[in-house]
């Protein structure tokens, strides 16, 4: 018996409506299922009331797939896929499979001969670097960095380091309460002719996006980052 097909589905950065971020054809493929795999049920609950799919809300099925999660839970989560049964891998925000728990289920699904299906969406990583005017011809996503402050800042000298040796952007990120730190870390860190971009609220009618030299970011006035979703470039 034929497997069911793992459709990736990207989900909106924010509180915008899914019609505003995401094409026709994703929203049309994911209103079709009625078996979703999540990282937090009640978020995923809300996006798919938005797109109103075709199974009533109380009658699709949902499986939470976390960081949390224990790799040998994952052949359950897949299980339906293999008895022929289409289902959706949804983002908490952005893109499936990046910066995303949901990596592992995909990295299975190919062990197990399902057909993967990544659809179109917003994926703030790439948003980012399209806006940031840096290097997008040779450019690393490095997650998250480290929270203790030295090993944080050895980092950030690491991350220079290589982004002038490859000639490449340096893309990372924060969790959004750590906006304001990491920025002055890397103010503090970085040289003065290093190129910094912050990205932030993207898709949002708060979005703003700033690319400047470190001398300029010091001397200029920083806005509030405090738990506006950001994404950080680098590039020496």
Request: with cysteine.
């Amino acid at each position: 018996m034929a497997t069911g097909i793992l459709y990736l589905i990207p989900n909106t950065l924010g509180e915008a409506p899914p019609a505003d971020v995401l094409p026709v054809h994703t929203i049309e493929t994911a209103r079709k299922l009625d078996y979703f795999v999540v990282e937090h049920a009640k978020s995923a609950r809300r996006f798919l009331s938005q797109i109103q799919t075709e199974t009533p809300l109380q009658s699709l099925e949902m499986a939470e797939l976390s960081e949390h999660t224990a790799v040998t839970e994952l052949p359950v989560l897949l299980a339906p896929l293999l008895a022929g049964r289409d289902a959706g891998l949804l983002s908490e925000a952005g893109c499936p499979g990046v910066a995303d728990p949901g990596a592992e289920l995909v990295a299975l699904a190919h062990q197990r001969g399902v057909r993967v299906v990544p659809l179109v969406g917003p994926s703030s990583i790439l948003l980012a670097l399209m806006a940031s005017g840096l290097n997008g011809q040779g450019f690393a996503f490095r997650g998250y960095l480290p929270v203790d402050e030295v090993a944080r800042g050895k980092s950030i000298a690491a991350l220079e380091v290589d982004s002038a040796r490859l000639k490449q952007t340096q893309i990372f990120i924060e969790t959004p309460y750590r906006n304001h730190k990491l920025l002055t870390a890397l103010l503090a860190q970085c040289r003065p002719g290093t190129r910094i971009c912050v990205a932030t609220d993207l898709t949002l009618p708060t979005e703003w996006v700033r690319t400047c030299k470190v001398s300029e970011w010091k001397s200029s006035s920083i806005p509030d980052l405090n738990k506006r979703p950001s994404i950080f470039l680098l590039q020496a």
